[in-house]
């Protein structure tokens, strides 16, 4: 729990990462070239007190996360966002194996959300129903510009996704991350196009679908779309450290979501270890949108506790948030729990009158 001013925050880091990038798991040029980039974001977006040296940030291991994360960082909870790149590495990106273990020991802490790739065809259906039992899943993350051998990415809509999700709808899967967002070199801008995310929300309205990065630099498209589509929702991994390099290109994004998508679906993530979330956390709830920015309304203390925890555990709700951190969605029921993606925004009413 996070408290600043006399207020108490409840923190789900919903997008976080335990991966080796190391020389010796690098396949190809190409496992370095992600890295790299990696570290760019890293180095370029963070204060400079918090940038990591290389080699660290290459391989932190298990022990630095649970200290970033819960000890010396404010989260309450966080949700592990496998991304496997199998091309790039050798043993993948992500450490699996570890990050499972991790969840499995502190339930109370950690959730763990696995990858697919239609791409796999039916032997990747028999384990993703594999993998759903034995780890629990409640959640899948999807990258889409990922490559596998001749193919440099997949649409959503491709119709081995949507055997997928069809098959994740049978298993009880019901949180879909999408990486929608800035280029990762060397994979290819086009492949993260938001424009197959209006089609599958459409189709699957049993699902949730978190768009991870929320579309950028695409933020006008997401949020016609999200506007539209009520299971369609917006992870703040990417957008947030612009509050500290670019603070008003910042409040230019958190005001267009909050205007157009609410802030019952909006969700905070700190990406980690792009960014550690103790500055992001603090920064977010000193952050006001600046006053001579006044097509924007100013972000409330409700609206900041909902997007940095609360929307995340209504999404899981085996997350469990203390009776006194719950936000009551009407003031003649003040027990209930915050609700995600039930209120209709302005933008949302004009868009579909």
Not at 202 to 217: A, S
């Amino acid at each position: 729990m996070y408290e600043k001013n006399g207020e108490k925050y409840f923190i789900v880091d919903a997008h976080v990462h335990l991966w080796d990038g190391r020389e010796s798991n690098q396949r190809n040029i190409h496992g370095k070239q992600f890295i790299d980039c990696f570290y760019d974001y890293h180095r370029n977006l963070s204060p400079e007190e918090q940038v990591w040296d290389y080699d660290t940030y290459c391989y932190y291991g298990a022990d630095r996360l649970m200290q970033d994360l819960f000890v010396d960082g404010p989260a309450d909870h966080a949700i592990f966002q496998a991304t496997i790149l199998k091309d790039f590495y050798v043993n993948g990106f992500a450490q699996v194996d570890d990050s499972l273990k991790l969840a499995q020991d502190n339930p109370d802490k950690l959730t763990y959300n696995h990858a697919y790739d239609p791409r796999d065809g039916e032997d990747g259906l028999v384990q993703l129903r594999r993998d759903a039992e034995t780890m629990d899943l409640k959640g899948v993350k999807l990258y889409t510009a990922e490559w596998h051998g001749d193919s440099r990415g997949y649409k959503l809509d491709d119709p081995w996704s949507r055997r997928y999700l069809e098959e994740c709808l049978k298993l009880g899967i019901k949180n879909i991350h999408v990486h929608k967002g800035p280029t990762i070199r060397p994979l290819d801008r086009d492949a993260f196009d938001v424009a197959d995310v209006d089609k599958v929300a459409t189709d699957y309205l049993d699902l949730n679908f978190i768009i991870e990065h929320v579309g950028l630099p695409r933020l006008e498209d997401f949020c016609w779309i999200a506007t539209q589509e009520s299971n369609v929702y917006g992870g703040l991994a990417v957008a947030i450290p612009f509050i500290h390099t670019r603070p008003r290109y910042f409040a230019q994004i958190i005001g267009e979501l909050l205007y157009w998508i609410g802030e019952d679906k909006i969700l905070f993530s700190s990406d980690y270890a792009l960014w550690t979330p103790q500055w992001l956390v603090e920064r977010f709830v000193d952050f006001q949108i600046p006053e001579d920015m006044t097509e924007y309304a100013p972000i409330t203390i409700e609206q900041k506790k909902k997007i940095l925890g609360l929307n995340a555990a209504a999404l899981y709700p085996h997350i469990s948030v203390p009776e006194e951190l719950r936000i009551p969605t009407d003031a003649a029921d003040p027990g209930a729990d915050v609700a995600a993606g039930t209120q209709d925004t302005p933008a949302a009413e004009a868009a579909t009158a």
